[in-house]
């Protein structure tokens, strides 16, 4: 058995020939640890340094951006050297991604990265767990940036909630939403919308019957697996499953003629940047990349979440508009205090925060925050304490608005319908559902975009300068409608942008914001 101490840290130390990888400090596992099993393996994702800094503001073809901002050859090769020399096999490297995958028994990732993973159970799940900082050998001190995956317990959650059978008088669907939301006229032909899925899966008979049941094509949707997963329906369907549903079936109900791309990745930092990277760099690029699965960013390494944020500023450098879910645990993010979930609070991606809407003929009744109250869940939302507030947000008085005097990133950019009482008709696993929570806003806005992407015939990104161009404290710009009523804890909605519902939901003439028209 290999073992692991369970009451001290590891700390990289000189004479193993270590240095310390900044960012790459974890707490101690709240939770009994035991030993590995003798002989055990496992893999992990290395990031590497770029090669040269992204230009700001400047939309780049993936050639180039591999050629000038990935990894370095020297620098792939040297670290394939390095951890060769070690006993590590590597098992892929991807320069434009700056991502070296690696796989090798447990004793010698130990030995390498100066640390001691043990086993542990969390909520039920078999996990491999680490504490302290990692190390990387000497060689690679300036190289590498991230060693992702080593302890590899669940890193997200979903963000979708389904409604209560007594709570289901209200649902819409994705058809509806779009005319209620005066999306303009196109079905995503000739676009390509990526998905990140961290479990689950979907089978094509319900695909199939639920498009049909809405009078629209079925999409082309291909099952992508990333770092040994796949596609695997039928286990979950309150769960991972129902996530799955939803997002395909919202994003190919507003762009039905779409071609839908779903990654499948472990539940881990490593395969959740893995996802990302391989949508990023998949031919064709995709216009927009939907992520309804997060965790409150403080629960992330700090290593993780640059990895990540690396990997958004590459989308969005290649027009990609990564769309991401705010959170459905209010203004807490579901821990004490104030808390905003990542990847939403990454100042790459629009964070797509929830409502709650009454339409009566086709025309909006109400719209306010969502907080369900007594029934659980609302939207997630807030500032930012690991991100700076961006340059394109600062007009909108994110600091004013927030009612704290943070000047963080602000949290969401946008919203639509996400409580679960009047929520999305679904289906998942043979089984009509009705669904909501922002992990639906976030499809939606991806289906908008593969829209307004047809319509233009370009891919978009980044919108964010666009989406705030004319936003001031208190204004919402034409092409969003504003939401005015309601709260998500501690953070009230107002005129212009807050950190409930953002600048607002789409409205006619989104078109023209998101392409600066």
């Known amino acids: 058995m290999t073992t692991s101490p369970t009451s001290s840290t590891s700390t990289p130390d000189g004479e193993r020939g270590r240095r310390l990888l900044p960012g790459s400090e974890r707490p101690a596992l709240d939770a009994p640890t035991r030993g590995l099993p003798d002989g055990a393996v496992a893999q ?13 503001g400047r939309r780049l073809e993936a050639a180039e951006l591999g050629a000038s901002y990935g990894a370095a050859p020297d620098d792939l090769a040297l670290v394939t050297r390095v951890l060769e020399a070690h006993g590590v096999t590597v098992l892929e490297a991807h320069g434009p991604s700056r991502r070296v995958r690696v796989q090798a028994p447990v004793a010698v990732l130990e030995d390498v990265f100066a640390t001691s993973l043990h086993g542990a159970s969390v909520d039920g799940v078999d996990v491999r767990a680490r504490e302290g900082a990692l190390g990387v050998p000497a060689e690679l001190a300036d190289v590498v940036t991230a060693v992702l995956g080593l302890d590899d317990r669940p890193q997200a959650r979903t963000r979708h909630v389904v409604a209560a059978a007594a709570a289901g008088g209200t649902s819409y669907t994705p058809v509806e939403l779009a005319q209620v939301y005066g999306m303009p006229q196109a079905d995503g032909t000739g676009q390509t919308i990526a998905i990140v899925e961290l479990g689950g899966g979907f089978d094509q008979q319900d695909l199939s019957t639920y498009f049909s049941g809405l009078g629209l094509p079925t999409p082309s949707i291909t099952a992508v697996g990333v770092d040994g997963a796949a596609n695997a329906p039928g286990q979950d369907p309150q769960g991972a499953d129902g996530e799955v549903l939803l997002d395909i079936e919202v994003a190919g109900g507003v762009a039905p003629r779409a071609d839908l791309v779903v990654y499948f990745a472990p539940n881990t930092d490593a395969g959740f ?5 391989t949508a990023t760099h998949a031919t064709p690029t995709p216009v927009a990349l939907s992520i309804s699965w997060g965790q409150s960013e403080d629960q992330w390494t700090a290593q993780a979440r640059t990895a990540m944020d690396q990997a958004f500023a590459d989308a969005e450098a290649l027009g990609v508009v990564v769309l991401t879910a705010a959170g459905d645990s209010g203004s807490a993010d579901g821990a004490a205090g104030v808390h905003v979930d990542f990847p939403s609070a990454s100042p790459h991606t629009v964070s797509c925060g929830g409502t709650s809407l009454t339409v009566q003929g086709g025309r909006v009744v109400s719209e306010t925050v969502w907080d369900g109250g007594a029934r659980g869940g609302a939207t997630g939302g807030g500032v930012s304490d690991t991100f700076p507030l961006p340059s394109w947000q600062a007009g909108a008085g994110v600091g004013d608005r927030s009612g704290t005097t943070a000047t963080g990133r602000g949290v969401p950019d946008v919203a639509a319908v996400a409580d679960p009482a009047t929520g999305y008709r679904v289906l998942v696993d043979g ?3 009705v669904i909501g929570g922002t992990s639906a806003v976030a499809p939606l806005w991806a289906g908008l975009v593969a829209r307004v992407a047809q319509l233009s015939r370009r891919r978009l990104g980044p919108v964010q300068p666009h989406l705030y161009a004319a936003a001031r404290p208190g204004v919402t710009p034409a092409g969003l409608r504003d939401v005015t009523t309601g709260s998500n804890g501690a953070y009230d909605a ?16 989104v078109d023209a914001l998101l392409t600066g028209g």
């Open 44 to 56: 992990a994702t290395l990031v590497l340094r770029r090669h040269g800094d992204l230009p700001e």
């Open 273 to 277: 940047l893995d996802a990302v990277a």
């Open 431 to 433: 089984t009509p559902q």
């Open 494 to 509: 107002a005129p212009g942008w807050d950190a409930c519902t953002g600048l607002g939901v789409p409205a006619a003439g």
